[in-house]
């Protein structure tokens, strides 16, 4: 007992640092081979963000523009949104619409997705791409046109569509450009996997970004636990003006807010976001995406993905069309099925556990992970919260984990915002350090779900209340307008008199003098303009 | 397996369980308790011992009041913990049932009256001893030691079998264990926690100039390497991040300051000499071990200073005008009482948000506009 609590202590010691962790990397199996090509699956299931789906975030919101038993060719457009800006979906080779179908969700705390299946042919017919002749040339408006045209999300994980983010930049003037390589958590390797074989993409295509927002300067950051990917970088950033930084290993040192405060010292405020501080930042994935899109008007229709864990024999990085099945590719790397007890979509960290194997990779998905209770143990029974305070330690956004539990727990919540629930950006460094155990994100995701509800039942209610409000106003108004109306109800009490041949003969005199008129006005009015005369 | 599917993220955790650092701090104790023991003889284990074993039979009782796992609640170590911590601080050779007295009054009242492990908001071990201490100030400040502890000329030394009959004589006076004529001295003098206003630290001096080595058995000069096994383990605790610089330091630079401020050589039999201050009382003890206990102490970086610069002052003014004899219990006290108010203060500085001081400004300076 004794023996073990030293060797967990001295364990623990390597992993802690401050506004972070740093957990010990397990990158090494997956970059063993190069990026492989995947073979096309028997079919693709491509998800829509549904436009009747009242939940989805705006710029996710796509509609197909393909119909069931439609044939595609490779690179066609296959759903887009309404908006100007969002993000567009292309076919990733040819094939015939099977269906366009609700898909189960993938991961608790998702829904059911409105998804088009493609069924692929052998074929790969594709339509031609018509590439700018000199790219150099094109104005950076045209730049992002091309790249809202490819249907271009950011590919690190949030999924933003990159041109809306471009637009936004420019609007607010932005001056530095980072492109984000750096990878925090523990298993993903796609954009090591990316800088290390493509590096001169990733140069040009930050080149084009910075083009494109206006940015003064750009820089190339990485962590210092790729010496690889570092020289590649270096070779190809010769004679470049983008600039290359080294950050040090931390997780979570890739998030956007953690990475802006890391190379430009500022801070990004609250509720805002990196162009407010006048940056913008791109992912490694992006920047290759743009570059296939501006120099080769390529969509994109594929991205790097990790497959790696315990449960694979041969783990490595895929450049895998988007809507391919997990189990497809799960396959491909040789999947121990006795060792293979559960997979996981994402990093460790901020990944979900998969609940259907046949989910699709999505263009936010950068890694699966198929492993075991012995590599990723269960998590352990909660104790109670001792308030070490090594959480806060952990925490990146510097808020203290230990007090919003409590404030959670006891449900203020007004003391719960002011802790900053808000800004916690549910990287899970506080959990992780938990000596007790406590699944500080679990209670974080269920008390911004509950905020979320009370707010939208409470902005109903004031909704109603208006509506309400405004019901018995037009009430009092009819009341008070029914007095002058009294003169009105004179004459009718003074009319009752009338015969009922008089009325009959006035009704078809109306009538007659319709038809009349109607008759007199070439067809060419429709009746119901006539009717409202 | 099915149950794991819903669990949110992260998926993964670091070592080290809550028991395991409980376990940690006890063994950061031995030091500690091993010099007390060789200058004071079986007392300290005893008292260690018999603290434990009310402690656990106390918990155990509640837990099962309350409906809770007793096994689960007692495995955390942290009643463990409190009993090594509280045998540690009351004299060796007290009486059982004061042992048990503030053992019940520390985990029945002070821990699960407030809710458990993590709930309570004064130290357990701390306040179990000033309980006993208001209530009986007699026994709480003098020592029953075995003969050859007090007395260097003794043949026997006080860690031989004699020594632990007479320790357990004092533990249990009805046991028939003290028949051979064997006596156990009462010595009025400093626990680890009282100052006795300084008696302690004159016959230390006394001690010294009469040439006895540090390690000879004087109970009085046996002070100075308690207090140097106490800093060890709170080293060993801090390189080992089990707990943080903050409020270490800070106490102990509070009452490093305070002593140096009032310092003067005319008056050192009153006031004290710094040290004096750090190494001839429970500075050492109450800096790592006590102030430190996560659970009472403030949490943020800011607010764990100003704790600790709170403790430390008001450990100096209670030492040397207080009326009361302990000084770091109650002024651990005194934090506790302190810590949420702090936490609340002085919290850090969320990311992206203006702090405490940029916020003051903000509202200066739209005052101004307005």
């Given at each position: 007992m004794i023996r073990q609590a030293f060797t967990d202590l001295f364990a623990r010691l390597g992993s802690t640092t401050r506004r972070g962790i740093r957990p010990p990397t397990l990158r090494e199996s997956s970059l063993r081979s190069r990026i492989m090509p995947t073979p096309m699956p028997d079919q693709l299931l491509l998800p829509l963000q549904d436009?009747?789906?009242?939940?989805?975030r705006e710029h996710d919101r796509i509609a197909p523009c393909v119909d069931v038993g439609d044939w595609v060719a490779k690179y066609q457009l296959l759903a887009k949104g309404k908006e100007p800006g969002s993000l567009r979906l292309h076919a990733p080779t040819s094939g015939t619409v099977q269906a366009i179908e609700q898909i189960p969700a993938a991961a608790i705390g998702q829904r059911p997705q409105l998804a088009i299946r493609l069924l692929t042919d052998t074929d790969e017919r594709e339509l031609p791409l018509e590439p700018p002749s000199d790219y150099r040339a094109l104005a950076p408006e045209q730049l992002v046109q091309l790249i809202e045209e490819a249907g271009i999300c950011g590919l690190g994980g949030a999924g933003y569509p990159t041109a809306r983010k471009i637009r936004d930049a420019v609007e607010k003037n932005v001056k530095t450009l980072i492109i984000n390589g750096v990878e925090c958590e523990p298993y993903i390797s796609c954009d090591e996997a990316l800088l290390r074989e493509r590096a001169s993409l990733t140069v040009k295509g930050a080149e084009l970004l910075q083009a494109a927002c206006l940015a003064d300067d750009c820089v190339i950051v990485i962590d210092n636990a790729m010496p690889a990917a570092r020289k590649a970088l270096t070779l190809a950033l010769q004679g470049s003006s983008i600039s290359l930084r080294v950050v040090h290993r931390r997780y979570p040192a890739g998030d956007e807010r953690q990475l802006v405060k890391a190379i430009c010292r500022r801070e990004v405020p609250g509720e805002g976001h990196p162009p407010d501080v006048g940056v913008l930042v791109q992912n490694i994935g992006t920047a290759v995406a743009v570059y296939e899109a501006i120099v080769h008007a390529k969509p994109c229709i594929s991205r790097i993905v990790t497959l790696t864990g315990s449960a694979l024999l041969t783990p490595k990085n895929f450049d895998v069309p988007i809507g391919t099945p997990v189990q497809h590719l799960l396959k491909l790397c040789g999947v121990d099925d006795k060792e293979h007890e559960f997979t996981i979509r994402g990093g460790s960290l901020m990944g979900q556990y998969l609940l259907e194997q046949s989910a699709p990779i999505e263009k936010t998905t950068n890694c699966i992970i198929a492993s075991n209770s012995l590599e990723i143990p269960e998590w352990e029974t909660e104790q109670a919260c001792i308030r070490c305070g090594y959480c806060a330690q952990a925490c990146p956004a510097q808020l203290q984990p230990q007090q919003l539990l409590a404030s959670i727990r006891s449900e203020e919540r007004q003391q719960t915002l002011a802790l900053g629930l808000d800004d916690c950006i549910e990287c899970g460094a506080c959990a992780v350090v938990c000596p007790s155990r406590i699944p500080l994100v679990s209670y974080y995701r269920a008390a911004k779900e509950i905020h979320r509800e009370e707010f939208t039942s409470h902005e109903q209610s004031r909704h109603w209340q208006a509506r309400f409000q405004y019901h018995q106003y037009r009430l009092k108004k009819n009341q008070d307008r029914a007095q002058p109306r009294k003169a009105v109800e004179q004459t009718v009490k003074e009319a009752q008199g009338f015969s009922r041949d008089q009325a009959r003969m006035e009704i078809s005199a109306a009538v007659e003098r319709v038809r009349r008129r109607r008759q007199a006005l070439a067809g060419g009015k429709d009746p119901g303009q006539e009717k409202s005369q | 397996m099915k149950q794991r599917l819903f669990s949110s993220s992260p998926m993964q955790f670091f070592p080290l369980q809550t028991s395991q650092i409980m376990l940690l701090v006890i063994l950061a104790t031995l030091p500690a308790m091993l010099v007390s023991t060789w200058f004071f003889g079986y007392g300290v284990v005893l008292n260690v011992l018999f603290a434990s074993l009310i402690g656990l039979l106390c918990e155990a009782a509640i837990c099962r009041i309350r409906g809770r796992a007793v096994r689960a609640t007692l495995a955390d170590n942290s009643c463990l913990l409190t009993a090594v911590l509280f045998g540690m601080t009351i004299p060796p050779g007290t009486t059982w049932w004061l042992i048990a007295m503030g053992m019940v009054f520390a985990i029945a009242l002070v821990k699960h009256a407030y809710g458990g492990l993590g709930q309570n908001t004064f130290n357990p071990a701390m306040a179990g001893y000033l309980f006993l201490l208001l209530a009986y100030p007699l026994d709480m400040t003098s020592w029953h030691l075995p003969v050859a502890a007090q007395d260097f000329t003794s043949t026997h030394s006080p860690l031989g079998w004699q020594g632990l009959l007479q320790s357990l004589g004092c533990l249990f006076p009805f046991l028939p264990v003290l028949g051979d004529g064997l006596t156990v001295d009462g010595l009025a003098m400093a626990t680890p926690l009282i100052e006795s206003k300084l008696a302690a630290g004159n016959a230390i001096r006394a001690a010294m100039e009469e040439g006895y080595g540090l390690f000879a058995r004087r109970a009085e000069t046996g002070w100075e390497l308690v207090n140097v096994a106490w800093l060890l383990g709170g080293l060993f605790l801090l390189a080992t991040r089990l707990i943080s610089w903050h409020i270490p330091l800070s106490m102990i630079a509070a009452t490093l300051v305070m002593s140096l401020l009032y310092y003067s050589p005319s008056a050192a039999a009153v006031l004290g000499t710094p040290y004096l201050h750090l190494l001839g009382s429970a500075t050492m003890m109450g800096a790592f071990f006590i102030a430190t206990d996560p659970v009472s102490a403030a949490t943020g970086s800011r607010a764990k200073i100003a704790y600790g610069l709170i403790i430390g002052v008001s450990l100096y003014s209670i030492r040397v005008w207080g009326s009361y004899l302990d000084a770091v219990a109650i002024a651990v006290l005194f934090g506790n009482f302190c810590a949420p108010l702090l936490d609340r203060l002085l919290a850090p500085r969320k990311y992206g948000h203006p702090g405490f001081f940029a916020k003051l400004l903000g509202n200066i300076s739209r005052r101004k506009i307005t």
């Amino acid at each position: 007992m004794i023996r073990q609590a030293f060797t967990d202590l001295f364990a623990r010691l390597g992993s802690t640092t401050r506004r972070g962790i740093r957990p010990p990397t397990l990158r090494e199996s997956s970059l063993r081979s190069r990026i492989m090509p995947t073979p096309m699956p028997d079919q693709l299931l491509l998800p829509l963000q549904d436009y009747a789906d009242p939940l989805a975030r705006e710029h996710d919101r796509i509609a197909p523009c393909v119909d069931v038993g439609d044939w595609v060719a490779k690179y066609q457009l296959l759903a887009k949104g309404k908006e100007p800006g969002s993000l567009r979906l292309h076919a990733p080779t040819s094939g015939t619409v099977q269906a366009i179908e609700q898909i189960p969700a993938a991961a608790i705390g998702q829904r059911p997705q409105l998804a088009i299946r493609l069924l692929t042919d052998t074929d790969e017919r594709e339509l031609p791409l018509e590439p700018p002749s000199d790219y150099r040339a094109l104005a950076p408006e045209q730049l992002v046109q091309l790249i809202e045209e490819a249907g271009i999300c950011g590919l690190g994980g949030a999924g933003y569509p990159t041109a809306r983010k471009i637009r936004d930049a420019v609007e607010k003037n932005v001056k530095t450009l980072i492109i984000n390589g750096v990878e925090c958590e523990p298993y993903i390797s796609c954009d090591e996997a990316l800088l290390r074989e493509r590096a001169s993409l990733t140069v040009k295509g930050a080149e084009l970004l910075q083009a494109a927002c206006l940015a003064d300067d750009c820089v190339i950051v990485i962590d210092n636990a790729m010496p690889a990917a570092r020289k590649a970088l270096t070779l190809a950033l010769q004679g470049s003006s983008i600039s290359l930084r080294v950050v040090h290993r931390r997780y979570p040192a890739g998030d956007e807010r953690q990475l802006v405060k890391a190379i430009c010292r500022r801070e990004v405020p609250g509720e805002g976001h990196p162009p407010d501080v006048g940056v913008l930042v791109q992912n490694i994935g992006t920047a290759v995406a743009v570059y296939e899109a501006i120099v080769h008007a390529k969509p994109c229709i594929s991205r790097i993905v990790t497959l790696t864990g315990s449960a694979l024999l041969t783990p490595k990085n895929f450049d895998v069309p988007i809507g391919t099945p997990v189990q497809h590719l799960l396959k491909l790397c040789g999947v121990d099925d006795k060792e293979h007890e559960f997979t996981i979509r994402g990093g460790s960290l901020m990944g979900q556990y998969l609940l259907e194997q046949s989910a699709p990779i999505e263009k936010t998905t950068n890694c699966i992970i198929a492993s075991n209770s012995l590599e990723i143990p269960e998590w352990e029974t909660e104790q109670a919260c001792i308030r070490c305070g090594y959480c806060a330690q952990a925490c990146p956004a510097q808020l203290q984990p230990q007090q919003l539990l409590a404030s959670i727990r006891s449900e203020e919540r007004q003391q719960t915002l002011a802790l900053g629930l808000d800004d916690c950006i549910e990287c899970g460094a506080c959990a992780v350090v938990c000596p007790s155990r406590i699944p500080l994100v679990s209670y974080y995701r269920a008390a911004k779900e509950i905020h979320r509800e009370e707010f939208t039942s409470h902005e109903q209610s004031r909704h109603w209340q208006a509506r309400f409000q405004y019901h018995q106003y037009r009430l009092k108004k009819n009341q008070d307008r029914a007095q002058p109306r009294k003169a009105v109800e004179q004459t009718v009490k003074e009319a009752q008199g009338f015969s009922r041949d008089q009325a009959r003969m006035e009704i078809s005199a109306a009538v007659e003098r319709v038809r009349r008129r109607r008759q007199a006005l070439a067809g060419g009015k429709d009746p119901g303009q006539e009717k409202s005369q | 397996m099915k149950q794991r599917l819903f669990s949110s993220s992260p998926m993964q955790f670091f070592p080290l369980q809550t028991s395991q650092i409980m376990l940690l701090v006890i063994l950061a104790t031995l030091p500690a308790m091993l010099v007390s023991t060789w200058f004071f003889g079986y007392g300290v284990v005893l008292n260690v011992l018999f603290a434990s074993l009310i402690g656990l039979l106390c918990e155990a009782a509640i837990c099962r009041i309350r409906g809770r796992a007793v096994r689960a609640t007692l495995a955390d170590n942290s009643c463990l913990l409190t009993a090594v911590l509280f045998g540690m601080t009351i004299p060796p050779g007290t009486t059982w049932w004061l042992i048990a007295m503030g053992m019940v009054f520390a985990i029945a009242l002070v821990k699960h009256a407030y809710g458990g492990l993590g709930q309570n908001t004064f130290n357990p071990a701390m306040a179990g001893y000033l309980f006993l201490l208001l209530a009986y100030p007699l026994d709480m400040t003098s020592w029953h030691l075995p003969v050859a502890a007090q007395d260097f000329t003794s043949t026997h030394s006080p860690l031989g079998w004699q020594g632990l009959l007479q320790s357990l004589g004092c533990l249990f006076p009805f046991l028939p264990v003290l028949g051979d004529g064997l006596t156990v001295d009462g010595l009025a003098m400093a626990t680890p926690l009282i100052e006795s206003k300084l008696a302690a630290g004159n016959a230390i001096r006394a001690a010294m100039e009469e040439g006895y080595g540090l390690f000879a058995r004087r109970a009085e000069t046996g002070w100075e390497l308690v207090n140097v096994a106490w800093l060890l383990g709170g080293l060993f605790l801090l390189a080992t991040r089990l707990i943080s610089w903050h409020i270490p330091l800070s106490m102990i630079a509070a009452t490093l300051v305070m002593s140096l401020l009032y310092y003067s050589p005319s008056a050192a039999a009153v006031l004290g000499t710094p040290y004096l201050h750090l190494l001839g009382s429970a500075t050492m003890m109450g800096a790592f071990f006590i102030a430190t206990d996560p659970v009472s102490a403030a949490t943020g970086s800011r607010a764990k200073i100003a704790y600790g610069l709170i403790i430390g002052v008001s450990l100096y003014s209670i030492r040397v005008w207080g009326s009361y004899l302990d000084a770091v219990a109650i002024a651990v006290l005194f934090g506790n009482f302190c810590a949420p108010l702090l936490d609340r203060l002085l919290a850090p500085r969320k990311y992206g948000h203006p702090g405490f001081f940029a916020k003051l400004l903000g509202n200066i300076s739209r005052r101004k506009i307005t």
